[in-house]
């Protein structure tokens, strides 16, 4: 069974960067693939970032593209959520979470709702 723990997160000043690690204690984590998502306090959870099982292909959301990096390493059964130039309205709590395969190859990488494990997740804060 996955078993995710997310860490990493922190306060930084706007523009400055973190990198968050999700680590599959269960150790089946190769065979699913993997989403990052987040909210803030009084809305609801966000997609943010999708990697397929391989790791050959992936998505973000519009408002991360190009700031945000999601990888893995199925060797360490982790993966990782590269933020760069951060900005203050990307402070919410983290989440990584587990999908079944079928899901993402049918394109529904951003609906938790069909995201099988969840971390605890992972306060990130951007200090204006």
């Known amino acids: 069974q996955v078993q995710l723990v997310e860490s990493g997160g922190g306060l930084v000043q706007a523009g400055g960067s973190l990198r968050l690690s999700c680590a599959d204690s269960?150790?089946?984590?190769?065979?699913?693939?993997m989403g990052w998502f987040r909210q803030a306090p009084g809305q609801e959870r966000e997609f943010v970032a999708a990697i397929s099982w391989g790791g050959r292909s992936t998505y973000y959301a519009d408002s991360v593209k190009g700031r945000f990096t999601i990888s893995r390493d199925n060797a360490k059964n982790t993966g990782y959520l590269q933020m760069n130039s951060l900005k203050p309205e990307d402070t919410a709590v983290y989440y990584c979470?587990?999908?079944?395969?079928?899901?993402?190859?049918?394109?529904?990488?951003?609906?938790?709702?069909?995201?099988?494990?969840w971390g605890q997740g992972t306060q990130v804060t951007v200090s204006s």
């Open positions: 979470a587990a999908q079944t395969p079928a899901y993402y190859s049918g394109g529904h990488y951003a609906f938790p709702d069909l995201y099988d494990y």
């Open positions: 269960g150790r089946t984590f190769s065979g699913y693939a």
